[in-house]
């Protein structure tokens, strides 16, 4: 199988719904003419035409809530917002509209429609354009919300949202679309809500999802390559709805759990998934459940403070040795328990 | 434009459109047309009123909003459209769902919470829906329903669809984002769209004057070049006048529009609002100025109306909202066993249905 990016996916998987469902369009600010902020819709334009390919002003709240309205006479939009920071203005037509119609209205009206959006840090784009703002949408019933974390995860759960029925909120990471990986089939789906083990291990589970996902795999096979930890590392891929049996079986499994993820610590992800194994398996834990998360602060400009206030695998790391069962702790050898706790 | 420009001189100068309201019945119009105005019209008055009473004798819960006083406006949108347009509309909508067709015992249901509602008792009061008639929902988010219908009309275009949208909103969501980015975009995009606002000069308790910079709100659309007319929202022809032409122009040339129709309230915001903020002078004359009681006139005047046939249509409406309250008080509540089994479906849709489109 060839390798692809994960932007490469992502573009792939736009370009086969448009062809294989004329419901399907796209539309967003500089998607067409400019071929997309980063490029994900390059093409596609030239390709499908303006009707299908949509250009929009800058209006989030506007060129949302007209998805919304064109996802209720049955088309099928994907809105690309240029990163979710933007689409904190588009709140009202999320939040109040497109969550609620189809239960708010009995049942008759289904909004088949897809919201795609990067989040992330680390590219000195500062406080306005830096956030993770997931748990806000992951927070509200009526949404679906999908941050996959491979190539092809991306292309699979793309493909998955788009086939819908119901308002999907498509996490993307500015730093992840030119990380590379297998490309699937072409007829790849990646089911909503099912998390997956993403590397097997026997000494704790480390819970994450979206570029921390990738970030954790790699320092889990980095540390088994060193022979010093069997980590597990378990990829969300989905926050709503949330996969909570694969969740609590690798707990079962391990006994130890670190949520690992980009966003803010307080009233986060990790804060619901530790809240979801006390009472899942509260029995099972043999310590408590840590969370590695970026600082609450406004991100800040300059690079050493960025780097400082960003979450990632030196943090990681650290968490895993201080979480992992004490005859597996390579800072210990057995002479740090006699050290003076100071 | 000629036509445009001329009607918004008219209104700059403020000649009271209340004349027109008086005016004789042109020759050409149908007979049993305009009966069924008026008796559309009694209903949505009967229905609001009683839907009054039953709040009062908490069978209705939440927020309530009415149309009285504006049934002339609630009408004549109605008559101006296509059976198979599609309308949004904000929370005061009940008249406007009774005119589109939607059962009143199905409208009445809703308002009591029950399962034979036309949300199935989900929405309320605010939240009136029929996907059939193409009623595509109250909003109760001032401005929300805006940027849905353009996205509706989207849709249409976008099929080539021979229908069009019309979306109402209140005098105060014109001072919204909502407004103006749905204007905007209604215009790059030439959507067979239009835009309907009632004026009846107060946003809960705040009067247009004080709440928008432009209190003449037709004029808003000219920041999108669009056309725009100001009508006297106690004219039910009128404003089914402005209504079919903006939905030709909608239509046949996929140009947006927008009209304003001058109307009233006569009670409160909402059935718990006293209505302090409103001197009682003004409440008068307004009620003064009953749109059902001007058309009556009129048909009488022009011998199409008389006593005994009002009467009967009267009584008629009485009737049918009796029979609305009695449906919806022996109707059931929705079953909390079987909404707590199936949750997921009420909150989200299945997999196999959405495929096509209203």
Known sequence: MAEITYRQALHDALREELLRDEHVFLLGEEIGVFEGSYKITAGLLTEFGPRRVVDTPIVENGFVGMAVGAAMLGLRPIVEIMTIN?????????????????????????VPLVIRTPGGGGQQLAATH???????????????VVAPSTPADAKGLLRASVRDNNPVIFLENLALYNVKGEAPRDDYMVPIGKAQVTKEGADL????????????????????????????????????????ETIVNSVRKTNRAIV??????????????????????????????????????????????????????????????????????????????????? | MDDNSKQQTQARKGISTREQARA?????????????????????????????EMYNRARIGGYCHLNLGEEATVVGFSAGLAPDDYVYTNYREH??????????????????GKDT???RGRGGSMHLFDRERRFMGGYAIVGGQLPLATGAAFALAYRAAHEIVACQMGDGTTNTGAFHESLNLAKIYALPIVYFVVNNQYGMGLRV????????????????????????????????????????????????????????????????????????????????????????????DAGLLDEKERRKLDEKAEHEVDAAVKFAEDSPFPSVDEFMAGLEGYVYAPAETGEEGA
């Open chain 1, 130 to 144: 830096s956030q993770n703002l997931e748990v806000w949408f992951a927070h509200v019933p009526g949404l679906k």
């Open chain 2, 95 to 112: 008249g406007y769902a009774l005119a589109r067709g939607l059962p009143p015992g199905a409208v009445m249901a809703e308002l009591f």
């Open chain 1, 260 to 342: 690992f993820e980009e966003d803010w610590r307080s009233f986060g992800i990790g804060a619901e998934i530790a809240a979801l194994l006390q009472e899942e398996a509260f029995d099972d834990l043999d310590a408590p459940i840590k969370r590695v998360a970026s600082l609450e602060v406004p991100l800040p400009y300059s690079k050493p403070l960025e780097l400082a206030t960003l979450t990632g695998s030196k943090q990681l790391i650290e968490a895993i040795n201080e979480l992992a069962p004490r005859r597996r702790r390579r800072v210990n050898h057995g002479r740090n328990n006699h050290a003076p706790a100071q």
């Open chain 2, 209 to 300: 004057e004080r709440g928008s910079a432009v209190s003449e709100l037709y004029r808003k659309a000219c920041a999108y070049d669009m056309q725009s007319w100001r009508v006297d929202g106690n004219d039910v022809l009128a404003v089914r006048d402005a209504v079919r032409k903006a939905a030709a122009l909608a239509r046949e040339k996929h140009e947006p529009s927008l009209i304003e129709a001058v109307s009233f309230r006569f009670r409160g915001h909402s059935v718990v609002d006293p209505d302090r903020y409103r001197n009682p002078q003004e409440v008068q004359e307004g009620r003064a100025h009953d749109p059902i009681e001007a058309f009556a006139t009129r048909l009488a």
């Open chain 1, 86 to 110: 933007f689409i904190v203005l588009a709140m009202d037509q999320i939040v109040n509209q497109a969550a609620k119609i189809y239960a708010m209205f009995g049942g008759q009206c289904p």
């Open chain 1, 205 to 244: 589970t480390v819970i994450s999802y979206s570029r921390m996902a990738a970030v954790a795999l790699d320092v889990a096979r980095r540390l088994e390559q060193e022979n010093r930890l069997s980590v597990e590392v378990v990829d969300l891929r989905s926050l709503r709805p949330l996969d909570r």
């Open chain 2, 117 to 119: 509602g036309s949300s």
């Open chain 2, 24 to 52: 004789p019945i042109p020759q050409e119009e149908d007979r049993a047309a305009l009966l069924n105005y008026y008796y559309q019209m009694v209903l949505v008055r009967r229905f609001e009123e009683k839907s009054g």
